[in-house]
């Protein structure tokens, strides 16, 4: 028996995030610059066949789960056969997806009858004009359609994931909350990120979650700590008092983050990454094919995997110790 992916800090790898385009049908402002990106060309992409030996080789090293995203994995044509042949690799147990939901309504069923356990869907805001402001196309009433048909299809729990940003969603906090009482849904507050870049932009809507708390004080019921809700995240979860639902908050840059982290990252053209906010990757895709090789591509991303990202040293300003990742989000799928 091959030995766990532990890191040099004693954490053990069970998780791999695969991201299987970097293509997208949005714009999200803290994820992709407006007029798009270099995309990757088609070629390059990997094929369902070849996820599914890289999982295969993942699993015999103690890869349980996988997360399906993006770029929007929902755009990919062949996305149904990517999950069955990820989800009938022997020793996965669990396969979740990550999506901006506007395709999601006409794929659903065929999604979890190939193996799909779990989604989250992101959702920044309940109000239509400023959706098209924050992901610059699209329409909020297909997302919230595609929430409705993974309910529908059977999805437990079904995730919500809502990028805080400040001056534009901050004034909803209290409406998500809400939804999280009245629906059973799970809201998670995502604090933004600067992967990619880091410059004024960010750092002016950046908004720590301590302001979610805040305005969960002022709801009309009490809230308290639950046990994380199924899933593979750092998330901090809780519940108001006699709630549907349950919110959560993943603040890796105001709160810890990476003590916990059992997870690595596939990026869409074939690159393993250890962290998802460091430079360093290892091009797994050439070795499609030979398991003892994709091995020791696993092994030594454990071997490099550093303790910590240091994008709170990037809010304040200091020297950071290594070079940050030049890819944006949709190029690693967050
Ligand atoms: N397109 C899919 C979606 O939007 O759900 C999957 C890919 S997206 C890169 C994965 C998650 O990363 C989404 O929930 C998105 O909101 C989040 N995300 C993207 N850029 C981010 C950033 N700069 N900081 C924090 N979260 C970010
Ligand atoms: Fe696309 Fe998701 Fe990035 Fe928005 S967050 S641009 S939907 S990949």
Same mark, same amino acid.
Request: overall charge neutral; aromatic content about 8%.
């Given at each position: 028996? *091959?030995?766990?992916?532990?890191?040099?800090?004693?954490? =053990?790898?069970?998780?791999?995030?695969? +991201?299987?385009?970097?293509?997208?049908?949005?714009?999200?402002?803290?994820?992709?610059?407006?007029?798009?990106?270099?995309?990757?060309?088609?070629?390059?992409?990997?094929?369902?066949?070849?996820?599914?030996?890289?999982?295969?080789?993942?699993?015999?090293?103690?890869?349980?789960?996988?997360?399906?995203?993006?770029?929007?994995?929902?755009?990919?044509?062949?996305? =149904?056969?990517?999950?069955?042949?990820?989800? +009938?690799? *022997?020793?996965?147990?669990?396969?979740?997806?990550?999506?901006?939901?506007?395709?999601?309504? &006409?794929?659903?069923?065929?999604?979890?009858?190939?193996?799909?356990?779990?989604?989250?869907? &992101?959702?920044?805001?309940?109000?239509?004009?400023?959706?098209?402001?924050?992901?610059?196309?699209?329409?909020?009433?297909?997302?919230?359609?595609?929430?409705?048909?993974?309910?529908?299809?059977?999805? &437990? *729990?079904?995730?919500?994931?809502?990028?805080?940003?400040?001056?534009?969603?901050?004034?909803?906090?209290?409406?998500?909350?809400?939804?999280?009482?009245?629906?059973?849904?799970?809201?998670?507050?995502?604090?933004?990120? *600067?992967?990619?870049?880091?410059?004024?932009? %960010?750092?002016?809507?950046?908004?720590?979650?301590?302001?979610?708390?805040?305005?969960?004080?002022?709801?009309? %019921?009490?809230?308290?700590?639950?046990?994380? =809700?199924?899933?593979?995240?750092? &998330?901090?979860? %809780?519940?108001?008092?006699?709630?549907?639902? +349950?919110?959560?908050?993943?603040?890796?840059? +105001?709160?810890?983050?990476?003590?916990?982290?059992?997870?690595?990252?596939?990026?869409?053209?074939?690159?393993?990454?250890?962290?998802?906010? %460091?430079?360093?990757?290892?091009?797994?895709?050439?070795?499609?094919?030979?398991?003892?090789?994709?091995?020791?591509?696993?092994?030594?991303?454990?071997?490099?995997?550093?303790?910590?990202?240091?994008?709170?040293?990037?809010?304040?300003?200091? =020297?950071?110790?290594?070079?940050?990742?030049?890819?944006?989000?949709?190029?690693?799928?967050?």
């Amino acid at each position: 028996m *091959p030995l766990p992916l532990t890191d040099r800090f004693g954490r =053990v790898h069970d998780y791999l995030r695969i +991201s299987v385009t970097d293509q997208c049908n949005l714009r999200c402002l803290y994820c992709m610059p407006e007029e798009g990106l270099e995309f990757m060309e088609k070629s390059r992409l990997l094929t369902a066949d070849e996820m599914r030996s890289i999982v295969a080789a993942a699993a015999k090293l103690g890869i349980r789960k996988i997360r399906i995203t993006g770029g929007e994995p929902l755009v990919r044509k062949d996305i =149904v056969e990517i999950v069955e042949a990820v989800a +009938s690799a *022997p020793g996965i147990e669990d396969v979740s997806l990550t999506t901006n939901g506007l395709l999601l309504a &006409s794929k659903a069923e065929a999604l979890k009858k190939a193996g799909l356990r779990r989604v989250n869907i &992101s959702l920044d805001t309940l109000d239509p004009a400023k959706f098209v402001m924050i992901a610059r196309r699209g329409d909020l009433a297909k997302v919230t359609e595609g929430i409705r048909a993974a309910a529908e299809a059977g999805f &437990s *729990p079904i995730k919500l994931n809502c990028v805080l940003l400040k001056g534009i969603n901050e004034s909803e906090i209290a409406d998500f909350l809400r939804m999280s009482h009245e629906k059973p849904l799970h809201v998670r507050f995502i604090e933004y990120m *600067p992967i990619g870049h880091a410059d004024e932009g %960010w750092r002016s809507l950046y908004l720590p979650l301590t302001k979610v708390l805040e305005v969960a004080g002022g709801m009309p %019921w009490a809230f308290e700590r639950i046990p994380d =809700v199924k899933g593979n995240g750092p &998330s901090e979860d %809780w519940r108001f008092e006699g709630a549907a639902g +349950s919110f959560g908050l993943i603040h890796p840059i +105001s709160d810890r983050f990476c003590e916990n982290c059992n997870r690595l990252r596939l990026t869409a053209d074939g690159y393993l990454k250890p962290c998802l906010y %460091w430079v360093d990757e290892l091009y797994l895709k050439p070795y499609v094919g030979d398991e003892e090789a994709l091995t020791d591509i696993f092994y030594k991303a454990m071997a490099i995997k550093p303790l910590n990202h240091e994008m709170a040293s990037k809010l304040s300003g200091e =020297v950071q110790t290594h070079v940050p990742t030049n890819r944006r989000m949709s190029q690693i799928g967050g």
